[in-house]
Each structure stands twice: as structure tokens, then as C-alpha cells.
């Protein structure tokens, strides 16, 4: 069985974004990808922040991509931290109510959240409060304030994210983008950040060592961020893949038809040489998605 943890679906895509001029897939799109590459089920991630090149996307649109397809989609809901009110003025019990409605229509997380805010914005500490009292798991994207881009805003080296850390033990955090990964390798300075920082992989890793110290920290292994941070130092992957095999997550966060992600390709060529270990490579693929959502699924 495969899981894709990271798949932004339209309904009825119509902008289009970026040099490629395509839009979003579509679900007739994604099915056919899902299909051609084995998956199973996918995550929808909406995108619900402005700052992000998509169209924003409501529940009702998401619900019906699961409906006309039974049992190959997994709803995230998405939530802006900043609501339509002063952030002095938004509640933890605003955020609750909100995602309580979303629990019992079915959402099984919140995702992907691409705000371009602080991680310690006071309005982003009550949504992860309300979030970890639900139950939800929360899939961001992360940059640095000198990006011109989208994503939750820290330094090198996490010091914001690391008190969100400390502060929510319970909340698990599905991590993702540039700036995350790039954090997988000691040595890098503000300009590999946001980059694909070639290998190999030093010794010192920021990220490293904050999965050995915080266990809601998990990985999101999509898009080209997450497989470069494999595949630039295969050696160090394979260690890093067995030591954290519990929280790592198949994602392949397709943005357009042009996009070719090979993450699976690469999981099973390294599995069948005997380099990924058929446990580990069962757990990223299915088993710890399955866990994380509770989704009670036999493979």
C-alpha cells in the first residue's frame, strides 16, 4: 500500500501560477497520477493562505473531491491563522470551534500551512493550541523573512520553531519546504536555507537534531525539498531513513502535470538493493500515515 501524504487537489481548477502556465491538478488529474504510480490514497492539503499562488479552497470543494471518489482521498482542512479579526481579539475557543466542525465532517488534519507570519505570532500560537486539544496534525511550509515567498518565518537554525516544539509536546508537526530540509546538513548559512543545497550531508544537522529531541517533530518528505535531502548524500539517507523511520512520510506534492516526482521510484530501487530496510520502507510508505490519522487501514 502507498500513501501520499502531500497532494494539492482542485475540483475545478482554473489559475493558472508560475513559469509553467498550468494550473493545479485537477482530481481527474491526480487520479490518473495516483493510478500510474501505484498510490493508494492521497492527502488533500487545501491552500487557504492569500500568500500562496492557488486558489483558495473551501471545505464543501474538498468533501466533494472525496465523495466522487470513495476511499482514494484523505481531507486536511486549513484554517488562516489571522481570521477576519485583530490578532488581540482572536481566541483559542474561535480557532476550536472551528476545527471541531471540521473534526466531525471528517478532516483528519490541517494543511498545508503557508501564512507568511512568525512562528511565535500570538494569532499562530492559538491555532496550534486549538490544534493539539483536537487532535490534528499540522503540515507547514517554512521559510526566512529575507524570501520573497510563502511560509511560516523563522531564522537559521529553528529558534522559533523549536519553542513551538516545547510548547505543544502533544501536536504533531508534519515538517516541509526549502528551509526545512536544507537543515538536514551542519554548515549551511542563510543562503543555502532556501535552496538545494548539494552533498553531502555534514556533520551538525539542525534537523537531526531536533527529531532526536522533540517526538512530535515528523517528516515530510515531498517535493524536490524533501528528496534532495535524500538523495544528495544517499549514505547519510539511508542512516538518517533507519534511525527515523518512525516519523518520516511519503509525500510527492504535485503542483502541476509537468512535475515528475520519483520519490517512490527511489524508496523501492534502495529497498530492493537492500539499503532501505523492508520495515522502514513499509512504515514511510503507509504504516505511520495510517497511524498518524488513525485511519485503521489493513494493508
Known amino acids: 500500500m502507498i500513501i501520499d501524504i502531500h497532494a494539492h487537489v482542485f475540483a475545478f481548477p482554473k489559475r493558472h501560477y508560475g513559469s509553467s502556465h498550468t494550473t493545479f491538478l485537477s482530481m481527474e488529474q491526480q487520479i490518473d497520477l495516483m493510478n500510474a504510480k501505484g498510490i493508494d490514497q492521497a492527502v488533500i492539503l487545501p491552500l487557504a493562505n492569500p500568500e500562496t499562488p492557488a486558489e483558495m479552497q473551501s471545505w464543501g470543494e474538498i468533501l466533494y473531491i472525496c465523495e466522487r471518489y470513495p476511499g482514494r482521498f484523505i481531507p486536511f482542512c486549513n484554517v488562516d491563522p489571522r481570521l477576519p479579526l485583530r490578532p488581540d481579539l482572536i481566541t483559542i475557543d474561535d480557532f476550536l470551534d472551528i476545527l471541531n466542525q471540521c473534526k466531525a465532517l471528517g478532516f483528519k488534519g490541517i494543511g498545508e500551512v503557508t501564512a507568511r507570519i512568525p512562528w511565535d505570532d500570538p494569532s499562530l500560537d492559538k491555532l496550534f493550541a486549538a490544534s493539539e486539544q483536537v487532535g ?95 538523495k544528495r548524500d544517499p549514505e547519510h539517507a539511508f542512516r538518517f531513513i533507519e534511525e527515523f523511520q518512525d516519523r518520516l512520510f511519503l509525500g510527492l506534492d504535485y503542483c502541476s502535470v509537468h512535475n515528475n516526482m520519483t520519490h517512490i521510484e527511489w524508496f523501492k530501487e534502495h529497498r530492493d538493493a537492500g539499503r532501505i530496510s523492508p520495515q522502514a520502507y513499509e512504515k514511510i510508505m503507509w504504516k505511520n500515515t495510517n497511524r498518524l490519522l488513525q485511519l485503521n487501514l489493513k494493508g
Do not use: M
Not at 192 to 215: A, I, Q, S
Open 136 to 230: 490534528f496534525p499540522v503540515t507547514f511550509h517554512t521559510i526566512t523573512a529575507d524570501v520573497n515567498s510563502y511560509g511560516l518565518i523563522d531564522d537559521l537554525g529553528f529558534p522559533r520553531f523549536e519553542k513551538v516544539l516545547q510548547k505543544f509536546p502533544l501536536l504533531n508537526f508534519l515538517g516541509h519546504s526549502l528551509s526545512f530540509w536544507s537543515e538536514i546538513s551542519g554548515g549551511i548559512t542563510l543562503a543555502d536555507k532556501n535552496c538545494y543545497p548539494p552533498g553531502p550531508v555534514l556533520p551538525g544537522g539542525r534537523l537531526p537534531e531536533l527529531f532526536r529531541k522533540y517526538p512530535n517533530l515528523n517528516g515530510d518528505l515531498s517535493a524536490g525539498s524533501g528528496l534532495n535531502a535524500l
